[in-house]
């Protein structure tokens, strides 16, 4: 129970430190592509899945939601977003004695861009292709009936260029917990995402092997009759994130329940933002909505669930229809939606 009163002590004063000195700052973090919500379950639920998550997808959501599983399990998301942007999810994890471990990784591309250049004032005729990746490890273990913690640690690379001066990597922790206080399946849950230290990009266009040159010293370093090709480059802040969410079973009987959850979250580069969904289950079929407030341009959310029993597994396809038609997508006539499916398979 000590260590269990520790855990839960850290996850509730780690946000209140990270969060007391900061105000909303739109466009000041980096990595976007962390933020992009995984599994089709969750998106069509509005995403207020932390305290829901008990499945693979928990290593996204809630690292200690993995902890209530019991089989071993695979799971493949691929998202359509507007512009050409794609965003693929794969993660798989292993029960053991110990505790469940999993792996995963996200990879957001797009399209092949031309490269242009100053001097040509114009394409090059040479294409390069921005992305971003994020490798996690997870670990997850529940120390009692119903309390459980998780952790992932996830290396993060993002490259915008056709160079290597383009490219930063760093590193990011993910830490949950979840709570069932026994009465109608209420659960609260809690996670913090993407917890690391600022990146920076380092480029030396001039090629003289110095980086954030000083343009008033009036130097001219490598020689070339230009002063400081390379000004300041700042550093930026990841997208870090801390949400709180309760979950309950409005009804259950046999195969089918109505649940829903409630979730709030703060993220460093924006205002704090309610979800809310619910999920109706026949069978094995199921139903989901949900809807994200106080976002820019975010509506309604839908999802179907299929669950197919087979001899070597149980698979479970997914799809969610996300509707973001308000706000100014709406105003610049964007085609704004985002469909995903997500494939789960434990066995």
């Not at 693929?88 to 861009?113: C, I, K, N, P, W």
């Not at 971003?132 to 992932?152: C, E, H, I, K, P």
Request: charge should be negative.
């Amino acid at each position: 129970m000590k260590k269990q009163f520790i855990i839960i002590a850290l996850l509730i004063l780690i946000p209140c430190l990270v969060f007391g000195a900061v105000f909303p700052k739109a466009g000041t973090a980096g990595l976007q592509f962390l933020k992009l919500g995984v599994d089709a379950r969750a998106i069509g639920m509005g995403e207020a899945y932390t305290a829901i998550t008990d499945d693979i997808s928990s290593v996204y959501w809630n690292p200690a939601g993995l902890a209530l599983t019991t089989n071993n399990q695979v799971m493949f998301s691929h998202t359509n977003w507007f512009a050409n942007i794609k965003h693929e999810y794969f993660a798989a994890s292993r029960y053991t004695y110990y505790g469940v471990f999993a792996l995963s990784v996200s990879f957001l591309h797009m399209d092949q861009m031309d490269i242009t250049t100053e001097e040509l004032f114009g394409p090059t005729g040479e294409t390069f292709s921005p992305y971003n990746v994020a490798v996690g490890l997870t670990y997850a273990s529940q120390f009692t009936d119903r309390f459980t913690f998780g952790m992932t640690g996830k290396f993060l690379r993002e490259n915008l260029g056709w160079e290597s001066q383009h490219t930063v990597n760093g590193f990011s922790v993910d830490v949950g917990t979840t709570y069932n206080t026994g009465w109608r399946n209420f659960i609260i849950g809690m996670s913090l995402r993407n917890f690391g230290p600022d990146l920076e990009y380092t480029i030396d266009n001039d090629g003289d092997g110095l980086f954030d040159e000083d343009p008033f010293d009036l130097i001219d370093n490598d020689g070339d009759g230009l002063v400081d090709e390379d000004r300041e480059e700042y550093p930026f802040k990841l997208p870090m994130n801390f949400s709180l969410a309760i979950a309950m079973d409005f009804y259950r009987s046999g195969n089918n329940a109505l649940i829903g959850s409630i979730q709030l979250d703060n993220c460093v580069d924006r205002k704090e933002t309610w979800n809310v969904g619910a999920e109706y289950k026949m069978g094995a079929f199921a139903i989901r909505s949900g809807y994200q407030f106080n976002y820019d341009a975010a509506g309604m959310s839908f999802g179907l669930g299929w669950r197919i029993p087979v001899n070597f597994a149980i698979i479970d396809l997914d799809y969610a229809y996300t509707d973001f038609s308000a706000g100014d997508l709406e105003e610049k006539g964007i085609l704004a939606k985002a469909q995903r499916l997500s494939l789960k398979v434990q066995y």
